[in-house]
């Protein structure tokens, strides 16, 4: 078992920035390969917003060139980045630790982007 802590979110303007974070509170630490966010917007399927690994890291094309995902080992935190925000970001953000043999999640944070 892996259990993820996720700060940050809330109410924000569109063009302004978000920074979420993660942090892996408890688990068998190595055993994770990828840490990353995902998103659920209402009547949608949880997507990827970005994950990164020690030699990969990936983007959803909603995202690209404006999210910078960062991951600490020493503190094993991983954070989100995201700049300028636009209302369709507007989501349930969770992050994920990834293992060989499945995926854990956070409980979730709101992100909700005004106009």
């Known amino acids: 078992q892996v259990r993820l802590v996720e700060s940050g979110g809330g109410l924000v303007q569109a063009g302004d920035s978000l920074r979420l974070s993660c942090v892996v509170a408890?688990?068998?630490?190595?055993?994770?390969?990828?840490m990353g966010w995902y998103r659920q917007a209402p009547g949608k399927q949880r997507e990827l917003v970005a994950r990164?690994?020690?030699?990969?890291?990936n983007y959803a094309d909603s995202v690209r060139g404006r999210a910078t995902i960062s991951r600490d080992y020493a503190k094993n935190t991983v954070n989100l980045h995201l700049n300028p925000l636009k209302t369709e970001d507007t989501a349930v953000y969770y992050c994920?630790?990834?293992?060989?043999?499945?995926?854990?999640w956070g409980r979730g944070t709101q992100v909700t982007v005004s106009s």
């Open positions: 994920a630790a990834e293992i060989y043999s499945g995926t854990f």
């Open positions: 990164v690994s020690s030699a990969v890291t």
């Open positions: 408890s688990g068998f630490i190595r055993s994770i390969n990828f």
